[in-house]
């Protein structure tokens, strides 16, 4: 069962009060790895993973297709799950735990969206970044042949 995400107001009430289930995606591009930068609270103007909330009867994969699609215009096929990341409350809205995947961009030209206009690929990170998932590209960066 596909849902529209939810409204605001019921997203934050519910959001408040229960963990929120996400992903992030390490893609990996000739060049690096693709990070956005955040235009919106929380971090607004910290680089980042590209990421978002799983959807109620979305599968994690389908989640990870979606969320590259959106927040950077590719299409990318799952290399490998890497670990799952317990954000801050200062980093992420409410209790946020994700899944951090490995993925390969496979097609469709990079750009950004409405929650980060800038997005680009990196051999070396730049700054800032969210904390929590500095040590996950760090992983993937250093890995032989990255």
């Known amino acids: 069962m596909k849902t529209k995400p939810l409204p605001l107001g019921v997203y934050r009430k519910i959001y408040s009060r229960v963990p929120r289930l996400c992903v992030d ?4 591009s000739e060049g690096g790895i693709v990070l956005v930068k955040r ?9 980042h993973l590209p990421g978002g909330t799983v959807r109620f009867g979305e599968s994690l994969r389908e989640a990870v297709s979606r ?3 959106d927040e950077t215009g590719l299409r990318v096929r799952i290399e490998n799950e ?3 990341i317990e954000y ?3 980093s ?5 735990i994700s899944v951090a995947f490995t993925a390969i961009r496979l097609s469709g030209r990079l ?3 409405r929650y980060g206009r800038d997005v680009g690929v990196f051999n070396q990170l730049p700054t800032p970044l969210i904390r929590e998932q500095e040590s996950v590209c760090l992983a993937v ?3 032989p042949g990255a």
């Open 82 to 84: 890497l670990q799952v």
């Open 39 to 47: 235009d919106i609270p929380p971090k607004q103007g910290y680089w």
């Open 88 to 90: 801050s409350k200062e």
């Open 141 to 143: 960066l250093h890995q």
């Open 25 to 28: 995606l390490v893609i990996k």
């Open 111 to 113: 750009r950004g969206n």
């Open 67 to 69: 969320v590259a699609l």
């Open 92 to 96: 992420a809205f409410g209790w946020t």
